[in-house]
Every structure is written in C-alpha cells, then in structure tokens.
C-alpha cells in the first residue's frame, strides 16, 4: 500500500516539476497537468493516511506531517492562482523541496 503512495507522490512530483518549470520560465502550464499534480498529491496522501489509520504503530509518522503541510501549502497556492494571483516563488520552491524530504522520509521508511 505504501509503495502505491509512493508512485502516486512520484508522479506527483513529475507533474510539480513540469508545472514549476513552466512557471520559471513564464509560460503557461497546462491545466490538465497542474489539476494532475493535484490529484496525484492527494491520492497519495490519502492512502497514506489511511494506512496511518490502520496501523497506528508502525507508519511514518514525519512524512504524514510533512505531507501535510505541503498539502496546505498547495492548496492555498492553487487559491491564489484561482483569483489571478502568483505565489511568492520562495514559497513554490519550499514546497517542492519539502515535498522531496517527505518523499526521501517515505522511501526510507519503506526500504530501510
């Protein structure tokens, strides 16, 4: 189960990093890929929390909060570029640089 969220943050990542790119380089990115990012992010998140849930003794416990935190961050910088608004580039970049350490935290919990 956790390997399946793994995948799903990986192509989250992908789709980040395509998004991200896009937005240093002042072009627009597509909305299928941005919403893609999105869904990725939240599929893994869920099924990680879910196995949290079902194993509430064993699960990587920095990496759910982490995760969490991106999410939050996502989801607020999706609202501002709703209402036409950029978000801070230090803030895209913290996100996806936090968003890695939690990948990295959850690949070692899996494999280590």
Not at 12 to 28: E, F, P, R, S, V
């Amino acid at each position: 189960m956790l390997k399946i969220a793994l995948v799903s943050f990986v192509l989250a990542a992908g789709t980040g990093l395509w998004t991200l790119i896009k937005w240093l380089t002042k072009k627009d990115s597509s909305r299928l890929v941005i919403y893609s990012h999105g869904i990725f992010a939240v599929a893994g998140l869920g099924i990680l929390a879910y196995y949290s849930y079902n194993h509430p003794d064993h699960f990587p416990k920095i990496s759910l909060y982490l995760f969490l935190v991106v999410a939050l961050v996502g989801f607020y910088m999706f609202f501002r570029d709703l209402k036409g608004k950029d978000s801070p580039m230090a803030l895209a970049l913290t996100h996806a640089l936090v968003a890695v350490l939690a990948c990295i935290l959850l690949l070692t919990f899996l494999f280590f």
